[in-house]
């Protein structure tokens, strides 16, 4: 019960960090006069960290409650309006009892970019990657195939420049199956 209330303080204050930053924005709009117009143009190219935090159960049996630190440095590029490809590298390690573990991935993604307002947007991605862990996910010593589904929300706080945050869900297929939700937070910029 007190990990669950764990992952709403987390997501809580991102929430409000969002709705606060979105309604200063639209306040200072008239002089300040940025937006997601600049965002999701064909050509534009994205580079991103998605620093992920989780604190839970995941479905693997056996090493119980992991708190997990993910890093994936991301670029992307919009092939289209609002169509993006692009790579990630990931880079983890989970705390637990017992040994800690360690994992290395490379992968590839799509995502599509919706405008919410002139501050705020959408930008769901569906990623598939190529994991080698050595027991971070309850797994063995193991390479798998691991799929990310992510929707950030994101706040353009200046040209060429965002902060985010939002659900996300991760599967690894392997010789063993896992499934882990989140709330990741995301920082980039575009040019």
């Known amino acids: 019960m007190k ?19 979105s309604a200063e924005a639209r306040a200072q709009d008239s002089v300040v006069g940025t937006s997601t117009g600049n965002f999701g143009v064909t050509g ?29 440095p991301a670029a992307d590029y919009f ?8 790579g990630s590298v990931l880079l983890g390690t ?3 009892n017992g040994d800690d573990s360690l994992a290395v991935g490379l992968g590839v993604r799509a995502g ?44 353009h706080v200046a040209p060429h420049f965002f902060i985010g945050g939002g659900p996300g869900l991760i599967t690894q297929i392997g010789d063993d199956t896992a499934a882990t939700l989140h709330v990741s937070a995301l920082i980039g910029g575009y040019f």
Do not use: C
Not at 3 to 21: D, F, S
Not at 44 to 72: A, K
Not at 79 to 86: D, I, Q, T, V
């Open 44 to 72: 534009q190219f994205v580079v991103s960290s998605d620093l992920q935090g989780q604190i839970g159960y995941t479905s693997v049996s056996g090493p119980g409650d992991q708190f997990f630190i993910l890093l994936r």
């Open 94 to 96: 989970t705390i637990r």
């Open 3 to 21: 990990k669950r209330n764990m992952k709403w303080q987390v997501l809580a204050p991102m929430v409000g960090l969002v709705l606060v930053v």
């Open 112 to 155: 599509y970019n919706i405008p919410m307002n002139e501050m705020v947007s959408v930008w769901p991605k569906l990623g598939l990657s190529l994991v080698h862990s050595d027991g971070i996910f309850g797994f063995g010593n193991d390479t798998y195939l691991e799929v990310a589904l992510s929707a950030p929300f994101l706040v």
């Open 79 to 86: 092939l289209k309006e609002n169509l993006s490809l692009g």
